[in-house]
């Protein structure tokens, strides 16, 4: 059975830092991994989607990279400002469903 | 092109009343999926549905749950006899395409489903 986990669980940093997310999932059989963003209240944002023939995608100031052998992802935000507060949740695809983290929660203060 | 609509953003049952979900995937699409966010839990997966098909069911709960998407219409996730262990956020997704993992799942703003 897949299992995804987030590490840390929640993370507050001064604006201006670099940061790393994990991810790391059990089973590798995975057809792609997501990173969505969630705002309190709010649905989900698709930040970036790594297909498992992949190593990495980036957009903006957010890269993400994926080993599907050691089953681990890892979403690096740059130069962070508040507005990047949110929850990070990634997901990984097993055909036809996702299945999500639990999240990471970050708080990017001034 | 609009996004994944859901409606009611919000909706209050009583325990015992029925609750309905709707779904309008974006123009184009024709896979949908349905998510349950429990307080202070993950997302997980409940149904996949295609035009008049349920794909997967295997995340929805055995009684009381149940999804369809007609020919014509939106995706209605239904709940009968709802209990206060069903407040949650749900969440639908849609897709161009299904399976095999090679599209973004778009995601709707959620219906937050508050059971007094």
């Known amino acids: 059975k897949q299992e995804v986990t987030q590490i840390p669980a929640a993370l507050s940093v001064p604006e201006g830092e670099n940061l790393v997310l994990n991810c790391s999932f059990t089973?590798?059989?995975?057809?792609?991994l997501q990173w969505f963003r969630q705002d309190p209240g709010k649905g989900l944002t698709s930040l970036l989607l790594?297909?498992?023939?992949?190593r990495e995608q980036t957009s903006g100031r957010l890269n993400a990279s994926l080993d599907k052998s050691s089953g681990r992802s890892t979403l690096y935000i740059a130069a962070s400002q508040p507005g990047d507060s949110a929850t990070y949740l990634c997901?990984?695809?097993?055909?036809?469903?996702?299945?999500f983290g639990t999240g990471t929660r970050l708080q990017v203060f001034p | 092109n609009a996004g994944v609509m859901q409606n009611p953003r919000h909706l209050v049952r009583r325990r015992g009343q029925e609750a309905r979900l709707r779904c309008s995937p974006m123009?184009?699409?024709?896979?949908v999926y349905w998510y349950r966010q429990l307080p202070e839990e993950g997302l997980k997966f409940m149904v996949y549905?295609?035009?008049?098909?349920?794909?997967?069911e295997s995340g929805m709960p055995k009684e009381r749950f149940s999804a369809e998407f007609p020919k014509e219409g939106p995706s209605i996730l239904r709940i009968q006899q709802v209990v206060r262990g069903d407040s949650a956020a749900y969440f639908c997704?849609?897709?161009?395409?299904?399976?095999?993992?090679?599209?973004?799942?778009?995601f709707g703003p959620g219906t937050r489903l508050t059971v007094l």
């Open positions: 997704a849609s897709s161009p395409r299904g399976g095999f993992g090679t599209d973004t799942q778009y």
């Open positions: 089973d590798s059989a995975i057809y792609n």
């Open positions: 790594i297909q498992s023939s992949q």
């Open positions: 997901a990984v695809c097993n055909t036809d469903k996702l299945i």
């Open positions: 123009k184009g699409h024709s896979h």
């Open positions: 549905l295609q035009k008049e098909n349920i794909i997967d």
